[in-house]
C-alpha cells in the first residue's frame, strides 16, 4: 500500500539553525513523484519542489534542499539558516500509478517553530 | 492574479444542517479536488473531479456531495450524514492528471459544527 510516513510531529528551532524535515515513503511503483508542500498560517498549500522515481540528484534552492535516497526511500527537505518566516506546516507527498494522477497521498505534516 | 477562492473562510453549522462550501478558479484548470484536513492526519481526498460533469469518489467521500457544472467551480456540500464534519477544508486543483503535475490550493475554510 501506498505511504507516507512525517515522523517529526513539531520541530522547535532557534532562528539561523538548520533543521531537517524527514519523510519516508512507500510504494510497490516503480513510476512515483514526490512532492513537499508548505502551509504557512494562511491556509493554502503552497508547492515546494516535485521529484521523480528516477532521479535521485539532490536539489538546493536557496536555503532549501532536497536528499532524495531510493535505498531507505526517503525524501528528507533540509532548510539551512532558518528564518522565522519559515515557520509552517511542511507536508511531504506521493503520486504513484497505483494511486494514479488524481490520488495524491500526503504525509501528516510536520509543524516547524522558528523562534527568533 | 489567477488562482483558486474559497468561501466562506469560517463557517459555522448547527447539527442537522448541511452546509455548502464554494471553489472556484480561474487558472483554466481541467481537475479539481476537496481535500479534509484534521490535526495531526495530514490531507485526505474526499472528491475529486476530471473534467465537467463528471466527479469520483476519494477516501473519505461518505456525508460528502459535490458538482461540476461549471469548469471552473467545484462546490462541495457537508450532509448532516457527515458524522463529524468540524475539519478544515481545502480546494485544489491541477491542469490534469498527471502523476506529475502539483496541485494548487485555496485558502481553505474552516467548518465547525455547534
Known amino acids: 500500500a501506498q505511504k507516507v510516513t512525517q515522523a517529526q510531529t513539531e520541530i522547535s528551532v532557534v532562528e539561523k539553525e538548520d533543521v531537517t524535515l524527514d519523510c519516508v515513503y512507500e510504494?510497490?511503483?516503480?513510476?512515483?513523484?514526490l512532492f513537499w508542500y508548505k502551509q504557512p498560517p494562511s491556509g493554502e498549500l503552497v508547492f515546494l519542489i516535485r521529484?521523480?522515481?528516477?532521479?535521485?540528484q539532490n536539489e538546493i534552492s536557496g536555503r532549501y534542499s532536497w536528499n532524495f535516497q531510493k535505498s531507505t526511500s526517503s525524501f528528507n527537505f533540509t532548510i539551512t539558516a532558518s528564518q522565522v518566516v519559515d515557520s509552517a506546516v511542511y507536508f511531504c507527498a506521493l503520486s504513484d500509478d497505483n494511486t494514479g494522477g488524481f490520488k495524491t497521498i500526503f504525509g501528516a505534516g510536520t509543524r516547524l517553530f522558528v523562534k527568533a | 492574479d489567477g488562482g483558486i477562492t474559497q468561501s466562506p473562510k469560517y463557517l459555522f453549522r448547527k447539527e442537522g444542517q448541511n452546509v455548502t462550501l464554494s471553489c472556484e478558479q480561474n487558472?483554466?484548470?481541467?481537475?479539481m479536488y476537496w481535500y479534509r484536513q484534521d490535526p495531526g492526519q495530514g490531507l485526505r481526498l474526499i472528491y475529486y473531479?476530471?473534467?465537467?460533469?463528471?466527479?469520483q469518489k476519494g477516501d473519505i467521500a461518505e456525508g460528502y456531495s459535490v458538482s461540476r457544472e461549471k469548469k471552473e467551480s467545484f462546490p462541495l456540500t457537508v450532509t448532516s450524514a457527515q458524522k463529524n464534519p468540524t475539519a478544515f477544508y481545502l480546494c485544489?486543483?491541477?491542469?490534469?492528471?498527471?502523476?506529475?503535475?502539483?496541485?494548487?490550493f485555496g485558502e481553505g475554510s474552516r467548518l465547525t459544527v455547534l
Open positions: 521529484r521523480n522515481s528516477f532521479d535521485e
Open positions: 487558472l483554466n484548470h481541467d481537475a
Open positions: 473531479s476530471q473534467i465537467v460533469n463528471d466527479f
Open positions: 485544489a486543483s491541477s491542469s490534469s492528471g498527471d502523476l506529475a503535475g502539483e496541485l494548487f
Open positions: 510504494t510497490r511503483d516503480t513510476t512515483y513523484y
